[in-house]
């Protein structure tokens, strides 16, 4: 990484294939890039690790990256050295064997990012951390930031000690990242830190890309069959309570044609791993899991998120579901909900002998069951919790999507406010219920049914009544006070409804689509069968590199190209996600692919259609040839192959590739890697098989031929086309 003139947009479209910087990343790093710290907040699938990702590859030295997940690492770190980027972790899981190679690789100075846990960094007296003071450390990243805060949801002690990196490292920056926080914890995570005046980035928490419904639960298994048989093609998690029920519910799908594995915290070590792991590797669409499943998991392509039964409040349930399209493309989050549900969690909520917490945890269940009974947008109501403002209309949830007959309700609204009001805002929705209805019962106390308002909603049966003080709590006319037994209060919107400033709609309940079916989406209109045909050869290389699909592309970046069917090299690399390893590692593979489709299909490219990347005015060939001149350089000078990529921490196939490039230049000759007599003997076997694809010519070749030599060869044989 030794190339010039170096900006935020070049490490961008160069390492990360990527077109523009999405929400505040630029911002971000320009904040970091200036010495200073950062916090920031940002939803789940936002992009936070772009923002320390990008400055890592900018400063001289090392960025160390702080997680508590070290499940996450691994995946991490396998996808930046896909992107031909010098990375490592350390954690337990390493062997000493491992370790030892990771302390050269820093003693060495080659590492941009080292992952590491906190307690690694702290052990032993912070033996570690005195040996960091001798590394140029140019960042410090730490994610999960909101573990250091025992406001915070995931409280983990180790990481107070992170406290201390500003008393080792007063002059390195450092970013605090979470994808969840309130003020409290905000601000205990500035201090505990210890920041120096930083800036905070907060951006929206609106996943645009998820969809939200919320379904009746009574016999809710045919109707997610139902959803499962529409998107077959799609990977999902879908949500239970209880151990048990995720072992259930798997086996009934799986029994029904739709295999699902379980996932949750009795089953043992092992299985646990294996399950994760075919799911990853899109080897088991369907993993039904407790909520212990997804707090590593960083797949992007999770299409759906089902929730069987009711999450414990909105803060899990925004969680579980931001695990659903990570990739930006259209995504389900799906509830199935029952009032039995909701008294079952209200037994669990009881926190034995501490009435001030059970307090809090049934206000959040009361929160979470008003958002599944609501008849307003699912989206306004979830950002307005985590006190966003919203439109009313989102376009996106089952409430927008279906089409409500609304009737003017203002005469009823203005009674139930008046009854409140009478009431001296003191009951809670029953009685308030019982005494529009005029009840005779002994609750409803006698000098309450001297009121005027007493009985003024006799006309109404009493669960309509109920279900209009909802309504009007959810418009923001009524509110109610938190606790075990809240009571009903004005805001100050009702005055103008009382006044007959303003009028009232409601939803005619009997008109509601009970049914609701989210049929499949689509992000834009692109090839299917091809689509289908680039995830096979996407899970060929993954195999290959022994890693998960996704991280070679992403569903979006495989859409794109079934959409703009790129049949050259200068067209692949306008894809979004397509970086310079990428493309010169895979692009061949993918390219047959699409040539082969557009020539059978008798269809053109669309490459026109899209807008390009914003390029700096610099060729790209002469960017791309940079990268691949460094190895050159280093093969001239007498490294193996395998020290090269060692070194520059890729793969060998790349280090290969950029070498068959000088190969076919003509700046090298191919005697320099394939022995001469093997030359003959692999020209004939690509005479047989063609030069597109390498496997094929492997396999008539067998194990004495290395991938390496055949793309040699291949080079050499193509030379005078350059
Ligand atoms: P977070 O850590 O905030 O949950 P990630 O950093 O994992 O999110 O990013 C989520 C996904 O979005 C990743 O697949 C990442 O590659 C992609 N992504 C991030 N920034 C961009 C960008 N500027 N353009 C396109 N994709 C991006
Ligand atoms: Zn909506």
């Known amino acids: 990484m030794t190339i010039q003139d170096q900006t935020p947009e070049y490490i961008l479209q160069h390492q990360f294939g990527y077109g523009e910087f999405r929400y505040g990343q630029k911002e971000i790093i320009d904040n970091i890039l200036?010495?200073?710290?950062?916090?920031?907040?940002?939803?789940?699938?936002?992009?936070?690790?772009?923002?320390?990702?990008?400055?890592?590859?900018?400063?001289?030295?090392?960025?160390?990256?702080?997680?508590?997940?070290?499940?996450?690492?691994?995946?991490?770190?396998?996808?930046?050295?896909?992107?031909?980027?010098?990375?490592?972790?350390?954690?337990?899981?390493?062997?000493?064997?491992?370790?030892?190679?990771?302390?050269?690789?820093?003693?060495?100075?080659?590492?941009?990012?080292?992952?590491?846990?906190?307690?690694?960094?702290?052990?032993?007296?912070?033996?570690?951390?005195?040996?960091?003071?001798?590394?140029?450390?140019?960042?410090?990243?730490?994610?999960?930031?909101?573990?250091?805060?025992?406001?915070?949801?995931?409280?983990?002690?180790?990481?107070?000690?992170?406290?201390?990196?500003?008393?080792?490292?007063?002059?390195?920056?450092?970013?605090?990242?979470?994808?969840?926080?309130?003020?409290?914890?905000?601000?205990?995570?500035?201090?505990?830190?210890?920041?120096?005046?930083?800036?905070?980035?907060?951006?929206?928490?609106?996943?645009?890309?998820i969809y939200y419904y919320v379904e009746r639960k009574k016999n809710y298994l045919e109707r997610l069959l139902n959803y499962l048989d529409q998107h077959k093609a799609n990977a999902g998690i879908i949500y239970c309570l209880s151990r048990n029920s995720t072992e259930e519910v798997a086996q009934k799908l799986t029994d029904a044609g739709f295999p699902a594995k379980p996932y949750h915290a009795g089953l043992d070590q092992q299985t646990r791993q294996k399950h994760q792991e075919e799911f990853l590797r899109d080897e088991v669409k369907i993993m039904v899991?407790?909520?212990?499943?997804?707090?590593?998991?960083?797949?992007?392509?999770?299409?759906?998120?089902?929730?069987?039964?009711?999450?414990?409040?909105?803060?899990?349930?925004?969680?579980?579901?931001?695990?659903?399209?990570?990739?930006?493309?259209?995504?389900?989050?799906?509830?199935?909900?029952?009032?039995?549900?909701?008294?079952?969690?209200?037994?669990?909520?009881?926190?034995?002998?501490?009435?001030?917490?059970?307090?809090?945890?049934i206000g959040k269940l009361n929160k979470m069951q008003a958002f599944c009974e609501a008849r307003t947008c699912r989206r306004k109501y979830l950002l307005n919790y985590f006190g966003e403002q919203a439109n009313n209309n989102c376009g996106s949830c089952d409430i927008c999507l279906s089409d409500f007959e609304k009737v003017d309700s203002t005469i009823e609204a203005q009674k139930i406010l008046s009854a409140v009001f009478r009431l001296k805002e003191s009951?809670?929705?029953?009685?308030?219920?019982?005494?529009?209805?005029?009840?005779?019962?002994?609750?409803?106390?006698?000098?309450?049914?001297?009121?005027?308002?007493?009985?003024?909603?006799?006309?109404?049966?009493?669960?309509?009544?109920?279900?209009?003080?909802?309504?009007?709590?959810?418009?923001?006319?009524?509110?109610?006070?938190?606790?075990?037994?809240?009571?009903?209060?004005?805001?100050?919107?009702?005055?103008?409804?009382?006044?007959?400033?303003?009028?009232?709609?409601?939803?005619?309940?009997?008109?509601?689509?009970?049914?609701?079916?989210?049929?499949?989406?689509?992000?834009?209109?692109?090839?299917?069968?091809?689509?289908?045909?680039?995830?096979?050869?996407?899970?060929?290389?993954?195999?290959?590199?022994?890693?998960?699909?996704?991280?070679?592309?992403?569903?979006?970046?495989?859409?794109?190209?079934?959409?703009?069917?790129?049949i050259n090299e200068p067209s692949f690399r306008r894809i979004s996600g397509v970086g310079d390893i990428k493309l010169s590692l895979y692009g061949s593979y993918f390219l047959n692919e699409i040539l082969h489709y557009c020539q059978e299909n008798k269809i053109s490219s669309r490459i026109e259609m899209k807008s390009p990347k914003r390029e700096k005015k610099q060729s790209t060939n002469d960017n791309l040839s940079d990268t691949k001149r460094v190895s050159f350089q280093f093969f001239k000078q007498g490294k193996t192959i395998d020290e090269i990529a060692e070194m520059r921490g890729v793969q060998n196939s790349t280090i290969e590739t950029h070498l068959a490039y000088f190969i076919q230049k003509g700046e090298m000759e191919v005697t320099e890697i394939v022995p001469f007599q093997k030359i003959a003997i692999i020209e004939k076997a690509i005479k047989q098989c063609g030069d597109q694809a390498l496997s094929p010519i492997k396999e008539v070749l067998g194990n004495g031929y290395s991938y390496g030599e055949i793309r040699a060869v291949i080079a050499w044989r193509r030379k005078d086309s350059l």
Request: with cysteine.
């Open 34 to 209: 200036s010495g200073k710290d950062s916090f920031v907040l940002m939803p789940t699938g936002g992009g936070k690790s772009l923002c320390y990702q990008v400055p890592a590859l900018l400063f001289e030295g090392l960025t160390v990256v702080v997680s508590p997940l070290i499940a996450l690492m691994k995946d991490q770190v396998d996808q930046l050295r896909l992107n031909g980027i010098p990375a490592a972790f350390l954690n337990s899981t390493q062997s000493n064997d491992e370790q030892r190679w990771v302390s050269q690789q820093l003693n060495e100075q080659k590492l941009k990012l080292l992952y590491v846990a906190p307690e690694r960094i702290f052990a032993n007296e912070n033996r570690f951390l005195t040996y960091l003071k001798q590394c140029k450390i140019s960042l410090f990243a730490i994610d999960e930031a909101h573990c250091i805060s025992s406001w915070g949801h995931d409280f983990r002690p180790e990481y107070l000690q992170l406290a201390q990196l500003k008393d080792y490292f007063p002059e390195v920056p450092v970013i605090a990242l979470t994808a969840t926080a309130d003020n409290q914890t905000r601000d205990d995570i500035l201090n505990k830190l210890n920041l120096k005046q930083p800036k905070t980035f907060v951006s929206s928490f609106n996943r645009a890309n």
């Open 289 to 361: 899991a407790t909520v212990a499943f997804g707090m590593g998991i960083n797949k992007s392509n999770v299409r759906f998120v089902v929730h069987v039964d009711l999450p414990k409040n909105i803060e899990g349930y925004y969680q579980e579901t931001g695990r659903a399209g990570r990739d930006g493309l259209p995504s389900d989050a799906l509830l199935f909900y029952g009032a039995g549900d909701v008294a079952k969690l209200r037994k669990f909520a009881e926190v034995e002998g501490n009435k001030e917490q059970t307090e809090i945890m």
């Open 427 to 566: 009951f809670g929705m029953q009685y308030v219920a019982d005494f529009l209805k005029g009840s005779k019962s002994e609750k409803i106390r006698e000098e309450h049914k001297e009121l005027k308002t007493y009985g003024i909603g006799q006309d109404l049966p009493k669960e309509l009544w109920m279900d209009h003080i909802k309504d009007l709590i959810q418009l923001g006319f009524l509110k109610q006070s938190e606790g075990t037994y809240p009571v009903l209060q004005l805001t100050s919107a009702s005055s103008k409804v009382l006044k007959g400033e303003e009028k009232v709609w409601f939803i005619k309940s009997a008109v509601r689509k009970e049914d609701f079916d989210p049929g499949p989406k689509q992000a834009m209109s692109y090839e299917k069968p091809l689509f289908e045909k680039l995830k096979t050869v996407r899970k060929m290389l993954a195999d290959r590199e022994n890693v998960a699909g996704f991280q070679i592309f992403s569903d979006a970046t495989l859409i794109e190209m079934a959409a703009y069917l790129p």
